[in-house]
Structure formats: C-alpha cells, structure tokens
C-alpha cells in the first residue's frame, strides 16, 4: 500500500467514522437518557434529507439557511415523535418502546418510498462545493474535508453545550439516575424533549452530510444506522467520548479493509465487530461496569 492510497484510506476513513460518531451520539443521548433504542434515527435523517430537498430549497433559500431550516424543522419533529410515540404510556417496557421506533421507521420509510421514490436517486447539493484540495501526496474532495470539519465542530459543541449549560447538566442527572435528579429539582419531562429535539437534529445533520456524497435515495441511511448503532456499542451506549471513539475505529477499520481486499467487506466487517463485542465485551470498550445500570 503507497502512501497515497494509506492517506486516502485513513482521510474516508475518518470521515465515515465521523458521520457514524454523531448519528451515534443521537444514539446514546436519547438511550442513555430515556432508556429507548431509537432504531426510527436512520430514517429521521433521510426523511430530514427529503424534506430540505423536495420541500424547502424549491422556496429559492440560499443553501446554508435551507439547512439550517431543515434541521431546526427536524428538530421539531423529533418533539413530535416524542408527544405522540414515545410519552404515551410511559410505564411501558423497554421492549415496547424500541417496537414504537422500530414502526415509526416502517412508516417514515414508507412515506419517502411513497412519495420521492419512483425518481430515485436524486443528486443532492453539496454545502461545500466541488472540486478537490490537495494536501500533500493526497487530493482529497470538498466534500470529504467539509464533512470532517462539520462532524468534528458539531461534536465539539455538544460536549461543550452537555458540559458547560444548564441543559446540558441536566441531562446528564438524568442520564446517571432519573428518580435522583427529579428530586433535586430537574424537569424530568421537558429534559426528554430536549433529548429528543437535540438528538434528531444531529441525525438530520447527519443526512444532509451523507446525501452529497451518496446520492440521496430511500435507503440512503440503512447502512449508516447499523454502523452507529455498533460505534455506540462498542462506547458503551452511556459513553460520549466512547460512541466518537468507537466510530472512528469502525470507520478506519473498514476502510482500510475495503481497500486491502474488497469494497463488499464492509457490512461483514461490522456485524462481525458487533457481535464479537457483546459476545466478549457487552459493556463496550470505553466503559466500565460500574457505568452500567437500569435506565
């Protein structure tokens, strides 16, 4: 392997583990949080890429702001989708509540494929523009060091935003232990929503990043949510920087596998690394037995 091809591998590398870090950490913040297995946040994200592309950038809004207004839409949703799926019933198992995402999945998918799918693929605007920059021995697309960047600042922010704001403690009270925090004065309720606002807006982000570079289609995420959901096991699914760790390592790995023997190696490739970690290590890598406990 020269070491062009060693650059490049490592640079989609990080840029795969990047995307499935932050639809990861959509993952673990409403898990971690709330107790529910959001297996709907793939579908979310390509529902959030169909919106910005059939709904608002025929409005004539520059792209920047078609973004932004996607995901603070997608982020209302995500509101939605707690009022009237997830809140019913709230002393249902955990089971149940994994079932809810699992429909509301079915029926997002169903409403892409009913009514954007018979045009499919649609070539979907890039925010970053094309053409290439060369850094080095490596030439890598606009694209490519656009999604990076906006992976790594928006991951930034949420540690910052869940470190440092009020919000941000909260839901960290909440996470550690629901009943203690409620106690001490935290709104349980409205720290859901939040979650949930916040959570689907990093999945909305996720799509329009994926859409440039994929082509925007009704599976445009299938394969994304398998590998967040294995980023966040390996983490832990309570670890922060365990989800960010465990999707670079997915995303390097794969691609450097791809590269050596086939492209068809990476679906393999992460359903192997999903069971043998919770075959041998089902609290995660980053994460330790004390984290784990009953949400």
Known sequence: ??????????????????????????????????????????ELATFGAFA??????????????????????????GAVVYFVIIRPRPQATHLNLAVRTLGLSGLLHAIDVWRWGPNEPYKFPSLFGSGTISLGPVALSRDQLGTLAVAFCMA???????????????????????????????????????????????????????????????????????????AAIIGGMYSFPGVVAGGLILGIAETFAATATSIHVREPLAFGVLLLVLLLRPQGLFSSSRTQRRV
């Open 52 to 77: 910005m592309f059939m709904l608002v950038l025929p409005l004539g809004l520059p792209l920047v702001t078609s973004w932004v207004s996607t995901v603070v839409l997608l982020g209302i949703l």
């Open 156 to 230: 930034a922010l949420f540690f910052a935003f869940f470190r440092y704001t009020r919000a941000g403690l909260a839901m960290r009270a909440v996470a550690l232990n629901r009943e203690v925090a409620a106690l001490q004065g935290v709104d349980v309720q409205r720290t859901n929503v939040l979650v949930w606002v916040l959570a689907t807006m990093l999945s909305a982000t996720v799509g329009l990043l994926v859409a440039p570079i994929s082509f925007l289609d009704t599976n445009l995420m299938q394969p994304y949510l398998l590998k967040a959901f294995t």
């Open 1 to 42: 392997m020269t070491l062009d091809i060693f650059m490049a591998a490592l640079v989609n590398g990080a840029v795969n583990g990047g995307l499935y870090a932050l639809l990861g950490i959509a993952i673990v913040l409403i898990f971690s949080t709330t107790g529910v297995a959001n297996f709907a946040q793939g």
